[in-house]
């Protein structure tokens, strides 16, 4: 701690209010340490009492910082000003020149900047952090030059990240958008000469394609069309309901223990998310606690709200934890890859909810999941429809491991921060 500097003798803080109603961009602070859209209800509040933050100003929050964990802090760069609560602390550097603003945001990213602010919260169960204590706590500040780069090889990672996010949202968005042309507003293509479904035909309701009444869906499909229920379209339900993952020998990460343990905490969006906190074990316990294992085209669900999917397209030597089901199509009827875009569609979402109960915990049983409704379509539509889209759902998947890399290595540069104060004083 020689190198370190105390935070208080680098901030100050500000009370800037609303006066005038001035600034209308009301924001919020959320507890992942960014400024979000408010929902609060402002109905007859006074808005002239509200603070205004500005540009390379930070918020906070030293309330409840021991029950959830977190001190919540952001940083403005978004926008030139907004407004916010008055209960959050605004504060600034002192001098830009000694210490950066983006810098010092990335010590308070930091996980054991977290672990410091809720040693030192106080006030029982939802304790709170004194300013003065806040102020009390150090970092490392070396030269501005070296911050500079510090900074700038973060935001490198960073904007990278952000791009894979905009790709895949795009592949995502494109994915379902050719999913609902064809199999929900029923314009794939077809070749009416032939009478056959053809990647170079003509969109096959607005032409004319003969349709019939659907009582479970409630519309019109293509004739010949089928709907059936998953007991159907599924080979296998794989599910460790009752087996307690406990009984693993459960490591970090190493060249023995590769195989990553996931749970329905870890799906969210059709990803994979929270890779800090995915245990793995070694090939040993995967055999036998995978059997029979998961294959590429296998669709990931939880059993718990919220119901959440993820495909396998590329990667499948995962090891399944409780409340998740694994899905296997019978590929002659449809694939994986339909199954998880139908799943996805309001119609599914709202059949899985409607067959959910539970009072602490909502949730679906397996026997519910058995009678999912799902369109079965002509086998060499949805054959085509693969074809043309399976190559988006194998670089989603590139793109959501690059990810993964990328903010292991932002994390690996956050924890070097505690280091960095030893190459040089604050100049």
């Known amino acids: 701690m020689k190198n370190y500097k105390r935070i208080g003798d680098y901030i100050k803080l500000v009370d800037e209010r609303n006066t005038g109603l001035k600034v209308p961009n009301l924001l919020g602070l959320s507890i992942s340490k960014q400024f979000i859209p408010s929902v609060a209800n402002i109905i007859g509040t006074d808005m002239e009492n509200y603070k205004i933050i500005r540009k390379n100003q930070f918020a906070c929050s030293t309330m409840q910082v021991r029950r959830d964990k977190k001190m919540p802090v952001a940083l403005l760069q978004e926008v030139d000003e907004a407004i916010i609560s008055q209960a959050y602390p ?5 001098d830009e020149k000694q210490l950066l603003p983006e810098y010092l945001m990335m010590w308070f990213t930091r996980s054991e900047f977290d672990r410091e602010a809720c040693f030192h ?68 293509p077809f070749d009416f000469a032939q009478g056959k479904p053809d990647e170079n035909g003509k969109p096959y309701k607005s032409h004319g394609g003969e349709m019939v009444w659907c009582e479970e869906l409630g519309k019109e499909i293509p004739k010949g069309w089928e709907v059936g229920c998953l007991e159907e379209v599924v080979e296998y339900f794989i599910s460790k309901r009752g087996k307690s993952k406990s009984t693993m020998n459960l490591q970090q990460f190493s060249s023995e223990f590769k195989y990553p343990v996931i749970s329905a905490m870890n799906i969210s969006n059709g990803k994979i998310v929270k890779y800090d906190t995915i245990p793995y074990v070694n090939i040993k316990e995967y055999n036998d606690w995978m059997n029979p294992k998961l294959e590429v085209d296998d669709v990931l669900l939880t059993s718990e709200a919220p119901l959440e999917t993820y495909y396998l397209a590329i990667s499948s030597e995962i090891a399944l934890s409780q409340r998740l089901f694994a899905l296997r199509t019978k590929k002659e009827i449809v694939s994986g890859w339909f ?36 369109l079965i379509p002509h086998e060499t539509i949805e054959a085509i429809f693969n074809q043309n889209t399976s190559s988006i759902s194998k670089l989603i998947e590139i793109k959501n491991k690059e990810n993964q890399k990328l903010t292991e290595l932002k994390d690996l540069l956050l924890s070097k921060l505690a280091t960095v104060g030893k190459e040089g004083g604050n100049g």
Request: net charge neutral.
């Open 121 to 188: 919260a106080v006030g029982g169960v939802r304790g709170s952090l004194e300013w003065e204590d806040f102020e009390n706590m150090k970092l490392p500040i070396p030269h501005p030059v070296k911050q500079r780069e510090i900074v700038a090889e973060y935001n490198v990672i960073q904007n990278r990240i952000a791009l894979n996010q905009q790709l895949i949202q795009k592949l995502e968005e494109t994915a379902q958008a050719i999913y609902r042309e064809w199999f929900v507003d029923f314009e794939f």
């Open 339 to 374: 199954l998880y875009l139908w799943l996805n569609t309001p119609f599914a979402k709202q059949d899985l909810e409607g067959r959910s109960s539970g009072t602490t915990v909502f949730g679906i049983k397996l026997s519910k999941l058995k009678k999912i409704s799902i």
């Open 90 to 94: 605004i504060f600034e550097v002192k």
